[in-house]
């Protein structure tokens, strides 16, 4: 399968996207547990809650995993036209 990403920027936007939808999963179900109500429908709230956002949680970090390792190597050097687009002339320094 060819690499999905064109950039390295590409991969790591969304690796972001997959911390944040992974963290909000986590604070959804940290939520129903504090202000649901101790009761039957509160329990049966929460159920629904986990039963919901787990595995959302579990797909996004495995899709957060698989993007990591198809991120782009990093290029470094005068070459790096990626990194340096729209940032001008490199800067010359002085040799003695």
């Keep these: 399968m060819p690499n ?7 991969c790591i936007a969304f690796l972001g996207v997959c911390v944040a939808v ?11 547990e504090i202000f649901m109500p101790e009761n039957a429908a509160g329990q049966q709230g929460v159920a629904t ?19 990591h390792a198809c991120m782009p190597p990093r290029v470094c050097g005068p070459d790096d036209t990626e990194s340096r687009e729209g940032a001008g002339p490199l800067p010359q320094t002085a040799t003695r």
Excluded: D, E, H, N
């Design 4 to 10: 999905p990403f064109k950039t390295r920027v590409q």
């Design 22 to 32: 992974g963290f909000s999963c986590a604070a959804s179900i940290a939520v129903a």
């Design 49 to 67: 809650f986990y039963r919901t956002f787990t595995p959302m949680a579990v797909v996004w970090t495995l899709l957060g995993i698989w993007a």
